[in-house]
């Protein structure tokens, strides 16, 4: 009787909530930027979202939306860790969805997914490690400028740009990247698997595909967006939770990011973090 009571007063979506999905924006260049202006992926900042996102109520899955060209191997390992460990303590899917790229460390990011949905005209791939930097020897010469460096330790001034490139210091670089590179491809194939579909040669040359070659090569589980595939795995009526980055409370009144202050003498450091940011989206033609 007294069930009976209940059933007919009861309010309807109290006792059968609709199923929830967590969306996690994955945007930009991984990384620590060039300074408090440019601000990239990094585990630190990621870390109370990711845990937010796990933490919803009557939560189904976790989707990753990965816009990303790569950036630091470490944090893109970092952020890839933190999700499965949530994944695993939480026992709660998780679904990548790449937009216009996921490539190099987003891509790592998107292995940190169950499965990878992809555009058809998304890049993906790049499973590789590659330095890049500038030299400004000739240029110092011409100004008249003399370098001065004081260490101690034979490699402390490993790579100077502003010395000339040592080929010692090149090996020790290949031996670093070798490193790395190992870290990569044994994380792409414990989370691939039997999925994958060509050589090593192929798939690990930091070559890069269009989803729709990508899911030929098993880098992908196939071609879809976020809501249509989660409405067919789930149901129509499915609730979306964004996740977004909680701000501090001076950013938030004032509209400013709270930080470091940038000041006139790091112009040169935020001038070639943007290069360096703008040339790996191109490298994607982005």
């Not at 792409?188 to 070559?207: A, I, N, T």
Request: proline share 4%.
């Amino acid at each position: 009787m007294i069930k009976t009571y209940l059933e007919k007063w009861r309010v309807p979506g109290v006792r059968n909530p609709k199923p929830v999905v967590a969306v996690l924006r994955l945007q930009g260049v991984i990384g620590t930027m060039g300074g408090p202006a440019r601000r990239g992926l990094n585990a630190a900042s990621l870390v109370r979202s990711i845990e937010r996102a796990f933490s919803l109520s009557n939560l189904k899955a976790v989707a990753l939306q990965i816009n990303s060209p790569g950036g630091s191997p470490a944090q893109s390992s970092l952020i890839f860790k933190r999700i499965r460990a949530m994944a695993l303590e939480k026992d709660v899917p998780v679904f990548a969805f790449a937009e216009d790229v996921a490539a190099s460390g987003g891509y790592m990011l998107a292995c940190a997914a169950d499965e990878i949905y992809a555009d058809e005209s998304s890049v993906i791939g790049s499973i590789g490690v590659i330095s890049a930097g500038f030299g400004f020897v000739d240029l110092m010469e011409k100004a008249g400028v003399e370098r001065r460096v004081h260490t101690a330790g034979k490699s402390k001034s490993m790579l100077d740009p502003f010395q000339k490139e040592k080929p010692q210091d090149v090996k020790r670089l290949k031996s670093l990247q070798g490193d790395i590179y190992e870290m990569f491809t044994d994380l792409v194939k414990s989370r691939r698997g039997e999925k994958l579909q060509g050589s090593d040669d192929k798939l690990f040359s930091g070559e890069f595909w269009t989803g729709k070659r990508a899911l030929k090569y098993g880098l992908i589980d196939g071609i879809g967006e976020l809501t249509s595939v989660m409405q067919e795995r789930y149901g129509d009526k499915i609730v979306f939770r964004p996740i977004a980055e909680r701000k501090s409370w001076l950013t938030e009144r004032l509209g400013v990011q709270a930080g470091p202050r940038v000041d006139v003498n790091s112009w040169a450091g935020e001038l070639f973090a943007a290069i360096e940011e703008r040339a790996l989206w191109t490298r994607y033609g982005l």
